[in-house]
């Protein structure tokens, strides 16, 4: 079975900086195509950043630069780095696993930017 677990969100003034993990089981990161969505109320779920088996990154162009999607093979965890947070960036997080036709979901983390 497998599992995804964020951790990491929380609230943050603009400006600031966030660091997501999502711990696997069941599942071995470097076998598939790991990403990170986000989803604001209202709105609907969009890629922030994803990385390949081949370690190719893409980064939506509203993070590019200010987010890095990394990954550790050893301890089978993927993380993203968040500077420069704006409010924009308030939504839920969510670890996002696809592997051949198979697609996993963490449970998601909220992240909010507020002063």
């Known amino acids: 079975q497998v599992q995804l677990q964020e951790s990491g969100g929380g609230l943050v003034q603009p400006g600031g900086s966030l660091r997501l993990s999502c711990v696997a089981s069941g599942i071995r990161l470097n076998r598939a195509t790991m990403g990170w969505y986000r989803q604001a109320p209202g709105k609907q779920r969009e890629l922030v950043a994803d990385i390949s088996s081949r370690d190719s990154i893409n980064y939506a162009d509203s993070v590019r630069g200010r987010f890095t999607i990394s990954r550790d093979n050893a301890k089978n965890t993927m993380y993203l780095q968040m500077n420069s947070l704006k409010p924009e960036d308030t939504a839920v997080y969510y670890c996002?696993?696809?592997?051949?036709?198979?697609?996993?979901w963490g449970q998601g983390t909220q992240v909010t930017i507020s002063s």
């Open positions: 996002n696993a696809a592997l051949g036709l198979y697609r996993y």
